[in-house]
């Protein structure tokens, strides 16, 4: 019986040893860095950002290789990514009841740690919706990255901020473009063509975070 009890607490202290050296969680909040002003309101009204299913999360998401995804195990957003971004468009317009809807769906947003510091690199997809008749009138696809500060979630956090701050801006700037031509009767462009000037736009270094 002795003999089973001083095994039982070996155990016990290993687990509690093995327990201890685990890292600790970390959550990271997501700030746009916006390098344009606010944009007047006009009659557009944003609605809830939505998101792919594999982005639909607290966990940030990175990239080892082309073609594969992953998430950081102990780094997680305090908040997820998509209601960030729906509620930077939310501060920029003042709610209308005529105009347009601005739809936006987060097509992805990881790290590409492929090699050292890696980039964030965020893409998301906009369309305006006519509110009378609920028609669809443009649609573009954006896609912005900047620079990790380090090589690790910490570091991807400052370019997922910067990124997150120009796709945010080309959104708005390109919805505006948009429902002013159409106010004239002259579309600036296609649904899904020739929409956004940059197909990758790397947004400046992002700032190294201090210890």
């Known amino acids: 019986m002795r003999r089973v009890m ?27 860095r916006s390098a344009a002003a606010t944009p007047q309101a006009g009659a557009i009204t944003p609605a ?17 290789s082309p073609g594969t995804r992953g998430y950081y195990q102990f780094s997680h957003w305090t908040e997820r990514p998509q209601r960030v971004l729906q509620g930077d468009l939310a501060a920029r ?27 964030a ?20 696809t954006f896609t912005r990255e900047a620079p990790a500060a380090s ?6 956090v400052a370019g997922f901020n910067a990124a997150a701050g120009t796709v945010l801006d080309a ?14 009767g ?9 929409c956004d000037p940059s197909l990758t736009t790397r947004s400046p270094p992002a700032p190294t975070l201090a210890p």
Request: hydrophobic share 45%; net charge neutral; charged share 20%.
């Open 151 to 156: 090589h690790d979630a910490a570091g991807a």
């Open 48 to 64: 809830p950002t939505t998101a792919a299913s594999f982005y639909d999360t607290q966990d940030i998401v990175f990239s080892r």
């Open 93 to 119: 317009y003042a709610p209308a009841r005529e105009g347009y809807i601005l739809a936006t769906h987060l097509v992805e947003a990881y790290h590409d740690a492929a090699a050292a510091p890696g980039a």
């Open 6 to 32: 001083v095994l039982a607490f070996t155990a016990w202290l290993a687990g509690c040893a093995a327990l201890g050296e685990r890292p600790a969680h970390r959550f990271y909040l997501l700030e746009p």
């Open 121 to 140: 690199r965020i893409t998301v997809t906009a369309e305006l919706i006519e509110r009378t008749h609920r028609a669809p009138v443009a649609r573009c």
């Open 171 to 184: 959104i708005v700037a390109w919805a505006d473009r948009e429902t002013a031509a159409r106010s004239t």
């Open 186 to 194: 002259s579309p600036v462009s296609e649904r899904g063509r020739n």
